[in-house]
């Protein structure tokens, strides 16, 4: 597979991200090497960590310790003085700082490998992939923040005098990036089906909650789009039962960690597409 061009494509899901470094953890031990990276939301982060050669052991201590207070600044001031015009219930100032101070690397064009992070312009509709030569200017953290920014719980962030909201806005699992690129395979990771595990009910568990689901409802619907997009292309497609865990739920982060290397090893062990595109990986 040394020849083999070969995509990981990391959706969106806060929390749920967390599969991703379980995904990661098969991936190296398959040996499977990575052409680009391409993230949504959190997986903008992890792809983020992992183009700047984070090990991926490390990825996980550092995961272990995240908490509410290491990512929430709840905006108490802003909301009983704006009220209804306040731009979000957090302030973002914590998990834009944690992104800051967690990459090792935040120049995009001195990453290992190629990362390409989705956005959206707020005031268009329209989607911004970052991670091009001609967004080389744009620090690495910034970008991840605004992938992340979602509508409603995270300020928007200025980048050159545009605002930028949550990748998956429009996107949550930006396949078409790598389907560009013609790659000889796509590992795509999905922690938002809603077909793999059965129905929440989230009526009573508070505003989060409500929010959280809604919003994996509307990205289930495009990323089932994106992925009709790609039949026909070698298409890798590993979903982590994980969707039943909220996005600001933190809690019982090893058995996300797990769940995504478990998903990845049933998926990723003696796949025909990685077979044809090179050696076995096992």
């Known amino acids: 597979m040394r020849d083999s061009r070969i995509a990981l494509v990391l959706g969106g899901g806060g929390m749920r991200g967390l599969a991703h470094i379980g995904v990661l953890k098969v991936i190296r031990r398959l040996g499977i090497p990575i052409t680009e990276i391409v993230g949504c939301s959190v997986g903008s982060f992890v792809g983020a960590l992992t183009a700047a050669g984070v090990p991926v052991d490390l990825m996980e201590r550092m995961a272990l310790t995240i908490d509410r207070d290491t990512l929430l600044d709840f905006d108490y001031t802003g ?38 992070i989705n956005a959206v312009n707020i005031d268009s509709g329209g989607q911004t992939i970052f991670g091009f030569p001609e967004t080389h200017n ?87 789009f994106s992925i009709m997009k790609a039949e026909g292309r070698p298409l890798i497609l590993i979903e982590p039962r994980v969707v039943h865990h909220g996005i600001f739920e933190f809690e019982n982060h090893q058995g996300l960690i797990d769940e995504g290397e478990r998903a990845a090893e049933e998926v990723l062990v003696n796949h025909p597409v990685l077979r044809t595109a090179g050696p076995a990986v096992a």
């Open 138 to 224: 744009i620090p690495v953290h910034k970008a991840v923040y605004a992938s992340c920014a979602l509508p409603g719980l995270f300020p928007p962030v200025r980048i050159n005098e545009t605002y930028y909201v949550d990748g998956g806005t429009a996107d949550g699992l930006p396949i078409a990036v790598s389907l560009a690129h013609d790659m000889d395979a796509i590992i795509a990771v999905n922690l938002e089906s809603l077909h793999v595990v059965p129905p929440r009910t989230v009526h009573q568990e508070g505003l989060l909650a409500a929010m959280s689901q809604s919003h994996t409802i509307m990205r289930q619907a495009m990323t089932q």
């Open 79 to 116: 909301l009983i003085r704006k009220r209804t015009s306040a731009p979000s219930l957090f302030k973002g100032r914590r998990l834009f700082n944690f992104f800051r101070l967690s990459l090792p690397i935040d120049d995009f064009a001195r990453l290992s490998l190629p990362l390409y």
